[in-house]
Structure formats: C-alpha cells, structure tokens
C-alpha cells in the first residue's frame, strides 16, 4: 500500500528525487502516466500488467478513450543509483509540473502533482464528502 505526501524538485534534466519509501514498494522499475484530475500516476509494473489487461478486455468503443489516454503518454522508468527518474516533458505539461512537485501515496498507486495544485486541492477537499465515503464504507 502507499502511503504518505513528499515534496520534491524537478532539476534542470527533468528528473526528480522519487521518495525511497515509495520507489521499494514500485519496485525496480515502474510506470508514470497520465492521471485523473491534472495529476501523474506511478504503477508496479504488477499492477500496470493487471490494468493492461483489463482495458485490453474490453469491448474497443468502451476502451479506445481509455487506451489513448493510458498508453499514450506512459513511460517505464527505471530510478537511477540516487533514486531519480526522469519526467518526461508530455507528462509534465500534462500536470503542470514546472519545478516543485507533491508525491503522494494513494493506496495502490502513486500520484504526481504539482505542488501548488496539490495544496489547492487538498485543502478543497470536503469533510463532509469524506465522512459520508467512510460512513458507506462503514467506517
């Protein structure tokens, strides 16, 4: 499971420090793609295999979006001996990601955000919302 909020920086190269906690769980090599809501995912190369295979069985007019959407952009990286990856620049146009960047675990994937967007959101988030989830959840 991942857990926890790290925030980083991009360098000149487009590479970011990814959070050690995060990277052991990834494993050795991992996928970034496009996200939902303007962020980046990061998927085990498990769990990316899993999802490929789901959207791979679906009917083609309910997964053509979906498939553009997924593969298009996505990219298997591979941390170097310090721990960074490479952001590709579609990726970061995509989310936004000029220099400072929120890593974030969100049970079973990572997400990317750029920072100020990530703090923007996270501070929209409704308690409420959140309570009625847990209380269908049973929380």
């Excluded at 906690?21 to 190369?45: H, N, P, W």
């Excluded at 979006?65 to 941390?79: E, G």
Aim: charged fraction near 30%; proline fraction near 2%; glycine fraction near 6%.
């Amino acid at each position: 499971m991942f857990i926890g909020e790290y925030y980083h920086s991009l360098d000149e190269k487009g590479r970011v420090n990814f959070p050690a906690k995060l990277r052991e769980e990834l494993g050795e090599q991992f996928v970034i793609t496009k996200g939902l809501d303007g962020c980046l995912s990061a998927y085990s190369m498990e769990k990316w295999e899993r999802m490929s295979e789901a959207v791979a069985a679906l009917p083609q007019a309910k997964a053509r979006d979906l498939k553009r959407f997924m593969f298009s952009a996505a990219t298997v990286v591979n941390p170097d001996k310090q721990g960074r990856v490479i952001i590709g620049q579609t990726l970061r146009t995509y989310a936004n990601i000029n220099k400072e960047m929120a890593v974030i675990g969100a049970s079973d994937h990572v997400e990317i955000w750029d920072k100020d967007t990530w703090i923007e959101r996270n501070a929209a988030i409704d308690s409420d919302d959140i309570a009625a989830a847990m209380d269908e959840l049973g929380f």
